[in-house]
C-alpha cells in the first residue's frame, strides 16, 4: 500500500506535488499539513499529532468526514511526522512519499531528513519530495534506481557512519565497490549521463537527492 504523508514545511510547486498521487493512496497529515492537502484539494483519511493547529469546528468537520484524528500531547519526544510515519507504516504502508518536509526551520528540516533512517523504516520504501527533488534512504543490501534526463544531480551522502560497497552505473562520477565517509563532502553533486542511475549499497545507510532539471520531467 502506498501512503502520502504532508507535514507542515513547505509544499513547493503544486503541479509537482499532485503528480505524487495515485488512485487509493492512504493520506496522511502530521498536523499542521493539513493546509497542504487543503491546498491540493484533498480529503486526509488520519491526522496525526498534538493537533495544536486544530480548532473545535475543524475537528468536528473531519470527524463527519470520516477522517480519524490521532492526538498525542504537546510534550513528546516524537514529532509529528514521525508519529504520522510510523502510523502509516502500522496501516500497512510498504511505499511512502512526504510532502512539505523541507522549511525554514532548520532543525525540524534536519530531523526530517534523519528519520530515513528510522528503524521502523528499513523494509518501507520512503521518499521526502520537495518541488523536483527527492530524498532517500537506502540501506546496506539495497539497490535503488533512479529515474531523470542526463545532466540531473544527484547527490550521495552517508547518514549514518561511513557507506561502503557503493557500486552505481549511469552517474558521471562513478563508484566500483566505493567508500563514502561520513561528514565528508565527496558526494555531492554527481551527475546522472543517462534517463536511468542506479546504485547499490554494501554496509551502512546513504542518503541520496536526486534533482531534477526541471519539474516538467
Not at 499532485?18 to 483519511?45: E, K, M
Not at 493547529?53 to 510534550?75: F, G, H, K, M, V
Not at 518501507?124 to 539497490?143: I, P
Amino acid at each position: 500500500m502506498r501512503a502520502i504523508i504532508f507535514a507542515n514545511g513547505d509544499l513547493g510547486d503544486p503541479v509537482w506535488a499532485r503528480r505524487q498521487f495515485q488512485p487509493g493512496d492512504l493520506i496522511v497529515c502530521a498536523d499542521g499539513g493539513l493546509r497542504h492537502a487543503r491546498t491540493l484539494g484533498l480529503s486526509p483519511h488520519a491526522i496525526v499529532g498534538d493537533l495544536d493547529s486544530l480548532d473545535i469546528d475543524e475537528r468536528e468537520q473531519l470527524a463527519t468526514a470520516n477522517c480519524q484524528l490521532l492526538a498525542y500531547p504537546t510534550r513528546k519526544n516524537e514529532t509529528d511526522l514521525e508519529l504520522a510515519l510510523l502510523y502509516a507504516v502500522e496501516r500497512g504502508a510498504t511505499e511512502i512519499t512526504v510532502l512539505g518536509a523541507v522549511g525554514d526551520r532548520l532543525d525540524q528540516t534536519l530531523a526530517n531528513v534523519l528519520l530515513l533512517a528510522h528503524p521502523a523504516l528499513a523494509d518501507v520504501k520512503v521518499r521526502l519530495v520537495v518541488g523536483a527533488t527527492t530524498a532517500q534512504a537506502v540501506r546496506g543490501g539495497q539497490e535503488c534506481l533512479l529515474h531523470g534526463v542526463s545532466g540531473d544531480t544527484v547527490s550521495l551522502l552517508p547518514l549514518r557512519g561511513n557507506v561502503t560497497g557503493i557500486t552505481t552505473t549511469g552517474l558521471e562520477y562513478g563508484l566500483d565497490n566505493g567508500t563514502l565517509y561520513f561528514a565528508l563532502a565527496r558526494g555531492v553533486s554527481n551527475v546522472m549521463t543517462a534517463a536511468e542511475a542506479r546504485l547499490r549499497v554494501g554496509e551502512g545507510v546513504l542518503l541520496v537527492i536526486h534533482s531534477h532539471q526541471t519539474c516538467e520531467t
